[in-house]
């Protein structure tokens, strides 16, 4: 007996030292000092012996138990420094290795120029505001002075929402100038930005979507002197004190008289050609046809409750993609819609 508790010792504390995990040590205390475990079973035995014997093995047996229980302590011990060590070094964290890179996006091309254009007006005093692209026909074309049967107001032309043409996704930001002024009394400035739809084929400079940015004023004795001259002083800010304009005479039934402003081609300058061909951006003209405008027509500021006889103003709506081309030299006008990376990373 003596001699099978002395190889349950040396056996288990081999077992111990190989050991290399705390699932493993588990696995061996049941096995060597559980209640089915090695050491139990010959303590069993133990009633067998003769009463002398039983104290002395008795002993032997307490102190090979007391000896594994050590060892299995010391094995607990290492092992779990060991574990802690791993774990530590499979977390560690270099702060030295260089981070990586979060790329930074910028404003659309579009945006950019948008900015630039408010920042302006916003100096010279206009207050801008926001209005619905849903809009009623009413605003859009008949409080406008645009008579039924206009043109504009084909369903060729306008995206209509219902069978009496009542609603419509508007075609110009001058259903702004009819709420500005409904909601305003003169005097009054203001700058209408937005989205404005239209059944356009697409190509260089014309989309069925486009911006257009609407501006309005109207005081006492305000002149086609002072329209003329916001819209150059705002073409020099933005394309430099050389930028060349004409203004040519239009037809708006919303304003009288009327008037269109154009800013020489970027791309031909004014040549309409390139490289003997004719200018793909602005058809052979060698100008680009950039805003409307005109003094706002006395049946439009009466229709919006303005009276006529002692307040004049006048109006402009341009277009800002065609803006934009002209100050980030883009040639054609698709390019804005694209979103094609490499376009806009240009900017
Ligand atoms: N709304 C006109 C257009 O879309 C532009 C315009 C605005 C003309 C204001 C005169 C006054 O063509």
Redesign the pocket.
Known sequence: MKQQLEEIKLHALAALDAADSPAALEELRVKLLGKKGELTAVLKQMGKLSPEERPVMGQIANAVRAEIEAKLEECKASIGAKVLEAKLAAEAIDVTIPGEEVEMGHQHPMNMVLQEVKDIFVGMGYTVVDGPEVEYAANNFTRLNIEEGHPSRDRSDTFYFTDDDSILLR????SM?IRFMENNQPPLCMLAPGR?FRKDEADATHSPMFH?I??LVVAEDITMGNLKDVLITIMQRIYGHDAQVRFRPHH?P??EP?CEMDMQCHKCHGTGEVDGKVCSTCHGEGWIEL????MVHPVVLENCGIDSTKYSGF???MGLERMAMGRLRINDLRLIFDNDMRFLNQF
């Open positions: 075609t110009q930001t001058s100038q404005v257009q609407e501006g708006f919303f304003t009327s805003l409307g405008a005109g109006a402009f709506g």
